[in-house]
């Protein structure tokens, strides 16, 4: 079946399977390799994207199902010039990450989070993470990146 | 994993989904947000051979009020759920559990009526419905038809709805009494271990999460309550005439303890937020 | 980037981490993210029972389904090795191995044996073929629990007389420890298990193999710690010269151990790829990781101590059964030895013993998993000297105290033959009771008690110390392990000042590129933004040992270090040249090397780069280009070691435990950067404490595994964990130049027994003295319900007294 989807502000369209899973559109049709599969149990959260402006996994999305719609990865997080999102920048600066392969998940869970909870305590970032694995980093420093993120965002605002 | 082959057909309204279903009901199954079904799938664990995706009925994502009853779309996502003020103000137990599902990605996706229909004992909203005294409105192709929520989960993953029926709404009396849910799972993500859904108005109802093959209410306790027990002596009768499933996290015997506890955490809870 | 003041040197300073923009932007490539067209998709058929003898493969259908472009069993493959899969760790002489194929031929012998392949042109029309292979199988009685394997009453293998593969004896003086404990004012005795863990790193494995043409080498791109010895080890196995086989390790999304090894996956591909003459790539998934990449742990543990009435300890007795899984992969053997000598923890003992006995059973191989054989060996002490002190009566800090190493003791010659470098043990425990607050903590715990609180309070201790930095090459001859444990690196400075290292280590997130660029940029006077660094490449860097066991900076920064120094050696003698000076008289500053006292008198490094490579002008003799390779092999361990504090909160009518603060103090000697090595300890504490309270490989009876997925399988989230505090104190090592010990694996060696004697503090007044990991809520409820009916309310005794 063709599907389209608005991937970082650009119009995709591809013939894919109807049993595509929208990660696998990602990757593989749209050469977005940023997001990565960590599970197949709609567990780890590696494979987060923003849905119209929200966090879903994109291992257990239909790319049909999102066809027409609006979906952000990773690479649509930076400026055009580089310039990495606020959040990116948080995570660089407080060592939010060190394999980096649940990061770019945790990322845009953190970023549909923001959204919806500007200004967090400590808790409710831990919260909203609970859908996010990381083996790496005990999350210690990805929570000190979120809650510098939000901090960042009032000072900007 | 890929899910195997499937045909993907995409209904533009209930009848037509209905429609579909009904030409071979066995083999299809309907999608709505796709959070209990796709993960079944690839694991191959279910092989339908025509998905239905009724995902885009926005006519069914609402909650409102309905005289007496807050009237919630089957479509309507967890997230939207937990955030409608009319189910914050008339149905909280139901609010508040919807936030408890699962995670905020899995809230931004699943829908209340994918969670009922697939009659999980271990999903998180089919007990608060139970605990509300809720009902699940159905259609099929001879129609609609109401079905009281005690009566429609009937065995392992087996609801009182056909094959060719899709759940179109979910209905609540609305409650003003207090109202507890208690959680218990050793990870915030994961399915509950124990769940206890309580709803103290005049009556108490109590219904339980994985304490058995299906959703269901703790009778024993409930039939204390009425016969004026305390909330301690009542609790202890969480797991009576029950027989909850042992897995790879907790025994049965460990499963009828923790209902027992929640149950009375719950029965206070809920007595002291009816003030 | 941290700005530093020209010549004020960035080691030691909280410099960001140069590899995270490719990562934080999506860029980095991990094996899965290559795009390498024409490349067909291989899909493994796994056996599901835990023994039987295969009947038939039929791979017809599979065969003819669309996009398939071949299938095998493992008979039809077995003509292609050229040796059986390799196990570098023959731990005896007579140490006993069952041959391990990547494909099983007659037998197979655990849930997840590989029994066929299936290649096809989409990874979706592989599954779908795989699915159709038909194996009939005669199902044999399967081996599964460790001690009854170890009594031989099921054969993991039929081939084989016996489960038991080899017998490990450390005990250097025999009488001393009978004595020890016949004379002993008090014992402990005490068995622990160590429960199966699955490593979980966030990538799975994959591997991509891709012919050159006209039969030039095979690239091998896979998500590995060690592209240098996978080199080595696929020439042997798969009969391809060394010198034809490219290996390179892309972005590796996390190891821990997992990816230190030779798998099954990456010789299937290795050999499909040059049978089809096609790009051949394997992706694993989550769920069959669980079964097809190594286990850590597995062990059964009796531990005895032997004290006077003060409760000081005269000597250990340490007895393992070491479950090996149904084969021996890379290091499996090893791993239990890697221990061997640290059951003693940081306590002066002067008599032990330790003997470890590796047997088969039919489950997943075991093998290296973030410390490997030191948590094991922590886990045992540090519940053991827990359980002295309560004998005795004694704080779990006063019995600690009571048998430290004294610092003057260093360099230390341990009852075990090994000489610890360095230590300072009552330091941090000190400063991690300050940062605790462990006297409030006491009170605290005792205001619950009395108030009855159903919530109780435990504190848990553990000082740990830690052998890394593995390992001078003569040390490993000694263990019989089959490689050395040098490490290779070279440095270049290019005609434009710009640097190059080489570094045969192979990070795989842990920040290397940043901290041994901070080291070259200190050495060579400029800034680590001009040191590029090119590793995990076997084109790139001819030779190499890889990362593992916390070695990359105490070996690997070291050998860099080094090369960097000779660089600078050769640029003074060039400078001296130029300059008509003593190379002796020149000083390096500010990347220019200038005349002792004249400092006018002076040379860029830049510039006498350049000068080299021009060779227009070289002193007589010397070859041209500012390059050198220096191989440093280290001439001991590093012995990190520090103490960490746990606090949890036990609901004593769940079960459940919370652990609600964590305070760690480690000592890794001279830190490069500290940033990196919060993050480290970090990361270390939390696998630690997954391993204390929520992980475990469970099987069922009939031998599969039950938990195959991060559903099942409980990888703590952000929402269980506290934030950490940290603190160090800085005791430098005088195994290398650079005073570093090594930080990767101590938090999680540190933690579990910190967690497990904190849950066991908050309830051995209600007569609970041991619990088995992970420590979940069921396990609690148990422990009490059990207490309460055996009437307790008094501690235990852990023992029988002598």
């Given at each position: 079946m063709q599907v389209t989807i608005t991937v970082n502000g650009t119009s995709e369209t591809h013939e894919v399977e109807t049993r595509t899973l929208l990660v696998h559109y990602l990757r593989e049709a749209c050469g977005h390799t940023g997001t990565n599969v960590g599970c197949d149990t709609t567990s780890c959260g590696a494979c987060t994207v923003l849905l119209d402006g929200e966090s879903v996994k994109s291992c257990t999305v239909l790319a049909a199902q999102a066809d027409g719609r609006d979906v952000t990865t990773i690479e649509g997080m930076a400026s055009p010039d580089g310039t990495l999102h606020p959040i990116q920048q948080a995570f660089h600066e407080e060592h939010g990450l060190q394999c980096g392969y649940c990061t770019p998940g945790m990322v845009m869970a953190a970023a549909s989070f923001l959204k919806e909870n500007p200004d967090p305590t400590e808790a409710e970032v831990r919260e909203a993470l609970e859908g996010n694995l990381c083996r790496c980093t005990g999350y210690h420093n990805i929570v000190q990146s979120i809650l510098a993120a939000a901090k960042n965002r009032e000072l900007v605002s | 994993m890929i899910p195997a082959p499937f045909e993907y057909r995409r209904a533009g309204s209930v009848d037509e989904a209905v429609a579909l279903l009904a030409e071979d009901p066995d083999e299809r199954k309907l999608l709505a947000g796709g959070h209990s079904l796709l993960p079944l799938m690839k694991l191959r664990l279910a092989t339908p051979t025509v998905l239905v995706d009724v995902g885009r009925l926005a006519e069914l994502s609402y909650v409102r009020e309905d005289g007496d009853h807050v009237a919630i779309g089957a479509l309507t996502r967890h997230c939207d759920l937990e955030a409608a003020p009319v189910a914050r103000e008339h149905a909280p137990l139901l609010s508040h559990v919807a936030g408890?599902?699962?995670?905020?990605?899995?809230?931004?996706?699943?829908?209340?009526?994918?969670?009922?229909?697939?009659?999980?004992?271990?999903?998180?909203?089919?007990?608060?419905?139970?605990?509300?005294?809720?009902?699940?409105?159905?259609?099929?192709?001879?129609?609609?038809?109401?079905?009281?929520?005690?009566?429609?989960?009937?065995?392992?993953?087996?609801t009182a709805m056909a094959p060719d029926e899709m759940l179109t709404e979910i209905r609540v009396p609305k409650s003003g009494g207090g109202w507890a849910f208690q959680k218990f799972n050793r990870r915030a993500q994961d399915w509950a271990i124990v769940g206890v859904a309580a709803s103290v108005n005049g009556s108490s109802r109590v219904a339980l999460v994985n304490m058995g093959p299906t959703p269901l209410r703790a009778r024993a306790v409930e039939a204390a309550l009425a016969a004026g027990a305390s909330a301690e002596e009542a609790a202890s009768r969480a797991a009576e005439g029950l027989e909850p499933p042992a897995d790879v996290q907790a025994s049965a015997e460990y499963r009828a303890h923790l209902a027992r506890v929640l149950v009375r955490r719950a029965l206070e809870e809920a007595t002291a937020r009816r003030g | 980037m941290t700005v530093t003041a020209a010549g004020a040197g960035v080691v030691g300073t909280r410099l960001l981490r140069r590899e995270d923009p490719a990562l934080l932007s999506g860029e980095a490539r991990y094996v899965d993210d290559l795009a390498v067209p024409g490349a067909l998709h291989l899909v493994m058929v796994r056996s599901p029972h835990a023994h039987a003898r295969i009947v038939s493969v039929d791979l017809e259908a599979a065969r003819s389904m669309p996009g398939v472009v071949a299938a095998f069993s493992g008979v039809d493959l077995a003509g292609q090795w050229a040796a059986p899969m390799p196990c570098a760790w023959p731990v005896t002489e007579d140490m006993v191995s069952p041959p391990h194929y990547p494909l099983a031929v007659e037998e197979t012998a655990y849930v997840g044996d590989g029994v066929a392949v299936v290649v096809a042109a989409t990874r979706a029309q592989a599954q779908d073929a795989a699915a159709a292979v038909d194996v009939a199988y005669e199902v044999l009685p399967a081996a599964l629990d460790l001690e009854e394997a170890a009594a031989d009453r099921v054969a993991a293998h039929s081939a084989l007389a016996s489960n038991r593969s080899y017998t490990w004896e450390l005990t250097p003086d025999p009488a001393a420890v009978e004595r020890a404990f016949a004379e002993a004012a008090v014992t402990v005795s005490e068995r622990y298990v160590q429960q199966r863990l699955i490593p979980a790193a966030m990538e799975p494995r994959g591997v991509c193999v891709v012919p050159q043409p006209f039969g030039g080498e095979l690239v091998v791109y896979s998500a590995t710690q060690i592209p240098h010895i996978l080199r080595t080890m696929v020439g042997v196995t798969a009969g391809v010269p060394e010198?034809?086989?490219?290996?390179?390790?892309?972005?590796?999304?996390?190891?821990?151990?997992?990816?230190?090894?030779?798998?099954?996956?990456?010789?299937?591909?290795?050999?499909?790829?040059?049978?089809?003459?096609?790009?051949?790539?394997?992706?694993?998934?989550?769920?069959?990781?669980?079964?097809?990449?190594?286990?850590?742990?597995?062990?059964?543990?009796?531990?005895?101590?032997?004290?006077?009435?003060?409760?000081?300890?005269?000597?250990?007795?340490?007895?393992?059964?070491?479950?090996?899984?149904?084969?021996?992969?890379?290091?499996?053997?090893?791993?239990?030895?890697?221990?061997?000598?640290?059951?003693?923890?940081?306590?002066?003992?002067?008599?032990?013993?330790?003997?470890?006995?590796?047997?088969?059973t039919n489950k997943t191989p075991t093998d290296a998993y973030r410390g490997a054989g030191r948590p094991e060996a922590t886990y045992a002490i540090e519940r053991a000297i827990d359980a002295l002190g309560r004998r005795l009566g004694l704080d779990p800090v006063e019995i600690r105290r009571r048998n430290?190493?004294?610092?003057?003791?260093?360099p230390y010659t341990s009852s075990a033959g090994l000489v610890f470098d360095s230590g300072e043990y009552a330091r941090a425990l000190d400063m991690a009771l300050e940062l605790a607050g462990y006297g409030d903590l006491r009170a605290e715990q005792a205001r619950r008690r009395e108030h009855g609180d159903r919530r109780l309070l435990g504190i848990g201790l553990s000082s740990y110390v830690e052998m890394c930095g593995l390992a001078p090459s003569r040390v490993l001859a000694s263990l019989r392990y089959a490689a050395?444990?040098?490490?290779?690196?070279?440095?270049?400075?290019?005609?434009?000042?710009?640097?190059?290292?080489?570094?045969?280590?192979?990070?795989?997130?842990?920040?290397?590129?940043?901290?041994?660029?901070?080291?070259?940029?200190?050495?060579?006077?400029?800034?680590?933004?001009?040191?590029?660094?090119?590793?995990?490449?076997?084109?790139?860097?001819?030779?190499?040992?890889?990362?593992?066991?916390?070695?990359?900076?105490?070996?690997?920064?070291?050998?860099?270090?080094?090369?960097?120094?000779?660089?600078?050696?050769?640029?003074?003698?060039?400078?001296?040249?130029?300059?008509?000076?003593?190379?002796?008289?020149?000083?390096?500053h500010g990347g220019e090397l200038a005349v002792k006292g004249s400092p006018t008198r002076s040379v860029a490094m830049g510039q006498l780069a350049f000068d080299a490579f021009t060779a227009h002008d070289l002193p007589e003799g010397m070859e041209p280009n500012l390059e050198a390779s220096v191989t440093f092999d280290p001439t001991n361990f590093t012995f990190p070691f520090g103490t960490h504090v746990a606090v949890v909160e036990v609901d004593t009518e769940t079960g459940r435990v919370d652990l609600v603060r964590y305070t760690a103090v480690d000592d890794c000697g001279n830190q490069i950067n500290p940033l990196i090595v919060d993050g480290q300890v970090h990361g270390g504490i939390a696998q630690g404490v997954g391993q204390a309270l929520w992980e475990e490989a469970v099987y069922d009876a009939a031998g599969n595994l039950l938990t195959t997925g991060l559903g099942d399988y409980l990888v703590p989230s952000a929402c269980e964990l506290p934030s950490f505090t940290v603190g160090r104190t800085v005791t430098p090592s005088p195994s290398n130049p650079l005073g570093v010990k090594g930080i990767g694996e101590a938090g999680t060696i540190a933690s579990t027994p910190a967690v497990v004697n904190a849950v066991i503090d908050a309830l051995a007044p209600l007569g609970v003295t041991d619990l088995d990991m992970p420590v979940t809520p069921e396990r609690v409820w148990r422990a009490l319900e059990g207490a309460a009916r055996s009437g307790a309310g008094i501690p235990t005794s852990e023992g029988g007294a002598a």
């Open positions: - | 408890q599902v699962g995670d905020p990605q899995v809230r931004h996706r699943g829908t209340i009526g994918g969670s009922v229909a697939h009659g999980d004992p271990a999903s998180d909203l089919p007990a608060a419905v139970l605990a509300l005294g809720g009902s699940f409105v159905v259609q099929g192709p001879q129609g609609h038809r109401e079905l009281a929520a005690e009566d429609f989960f009937q065995g392992f993953l087996e | 010198s034809r086989l490219r290996i390179v390790a892309p972005a590796v999304g996390g190891g821990f151990g997992s990816k230190l090894n030779v798998y099954a996956e990456e010789l299937l591909c290795v050999v499909l790829a040059r049978t089809l003459r096609r790009p051949v790539r394997w992706n694993e998934e989550r769920s069959e990781g669980a079964v097809a990449t190594i286990h850590g742990r597995g062990q059964v543990q009796t531990i005895e101590l032997a004290a006077d009435a003060d409760g000081k300890v005269t000597a250990v007795r340490a007895r393992i059964l070491a479950d090996m899984g149904a084969y021996h992969q890379l290091v499996t053997p090893g791993i239990p030895i890697l221990g061997a000598f640290l059951y003693h923890g940081v306590y002066d003992v002067a008599a032990y013993s330790f003997e470890c006995i590796g047997v088969f430290f190493i004294a610092p003057e003791r260093f050395g444990g040098w490490e290779a690196a070279t440095v270049r400075m290019l005609p434009t000042g710009k640097v190059q290292v080489v570094s045969g280590a192979s990070p795989h997130g842990q920040g290397h590129v940043t901290s041994w660029s901070m080291i070259v940029a200190d050495k060579l006077g400029v800034s680590p933004e001009d040191v590029e660094v090119l590793h995990s490449d076997t084109a790139l860097s001819p030779f190499g040992m890889d990362t593992y066991g916390s070695r990359s900076l105490s070996v690997g920064g070291t050998a860099i270090a080094m090369a960097a120094d000779r660089v600078v050696d050769k640029a003074r003698l060039l400078a001296a040249h130029q300059l008509e000076c003593a190379p002796e008289d020149l000083e390096l």
